[in-house]
């Protein structure tokens, strides 16, 4: 059973780009919730995603957007990249009660 | 709002010694509690979680919380520790939801184990 994937690994982009984050859920999950990881701090949340709406979203700007397709996967888009956008971006997908994360995607703005 | 604090941000503990990593939580009720490991340029993986049943939970790879509604805490120990677990750990804490569905964590800003030989 293949768990949380999320693509790419590593991304570089620079100030004012706009960049686009994929994640795949675990098999039957029906729920992805995106994260944001600054270096030496815990992940924070950015927004949630169910039956292909936006169910609950944190602290961050509408430069943060996102998508859930019929097949529960989920894309995470981010415009007027800022040097402070860098950081490790993760997707955790949901049933019930618990979150399984992927890997993360590594955004790098220069 | 719910918040967590980890009291720690480094530990350090020798092989074979306790591991003890505390956890404490703000919140109107219980809420949820999970302990998650992240090793370096990973991910994070579950160890384990509280949701209602027995205080005492144990996880993956030795490791056991107890959730103390009184002390409002969620503290993470193991007996004797492995070189394999030096790693960051984060507690978090989301609301109960009767419905089942389920909202955001809410991380602690974690604690660095490590373990010396």
């Known amino acids: 059973d293949a768990g949380v994937t999320q693509s790419p690994t590593h991304l570089i982009k620079t100030r004012g780009q706009q960049v686009t984050l994929r994640c795949s859920p675990k098999?039957?999950?029906?729920?992805v919730s995106w994260y944001q990881q600054a270096l030496g701090q815990g992940p924070q949340f950015i927004f949630q995603y169910y039956e292909e709406e936006e169910r609950q979203r944190g602290n961050f700007p509408d430069r943060f957007s996102g998508h859930q397709f019929p097949n529960y996967s989920s894309e995470l888009n981010v415009n007027a990249l800022l040097l402070g956008d860098s950081a490790l971006y993760l997707c955790?997908?949901?049933?019930?009660?618990?979150?399984?994360f992927g890997p993360g995607t590594r955004l790098t703005v220069l | 709002a719910q918040s967590v604090t980890q009291l720690g941000s480094h530990v350090s503990v020798s092989e074979g010694a306790l591991v003890l990593l505390r956890c404490n939580y703000s919140?109107?009720?219980?809420?949820?509690l999970f302990w998650y490991v992240q090793y370096p340029n990973q991910g994070l993986q579950l160890l384990l979680k509280?949701?209602?049943?027995?205080?005492l939970v144990k996880g993956i790879n030795g490791f056991e919380a107890e959730f103390k509604k009184s002390e409002t805490s969620f503290h993470l120990t193991k007996p004797s520790a492995h070189m394999s677990d030096a790693a960051e750990y984060f507690c978090?804490?989301?609301?109960?939801?009767?419905?089942?569905?389920?909202?955001?964590?809410?991380f602690g800003k974690g604690t660095l184990l490590t373990v010396n030989p």
């Open positions: 978090a804490v989301s609301p109960q939801n009767s419905g089942g569905s389920n909202y955001k964590l809410t």
């Open positions: 919140s109107s009720v219980p809420p949820y």
């Open positions: 509280y949701t209602t049943g027995a205080t």
């Open positions: 098999s039957g999950h029906d729920t």
């Open positions: 955790a997908s949901s049933l019930y009660d618990t979150q399984y």
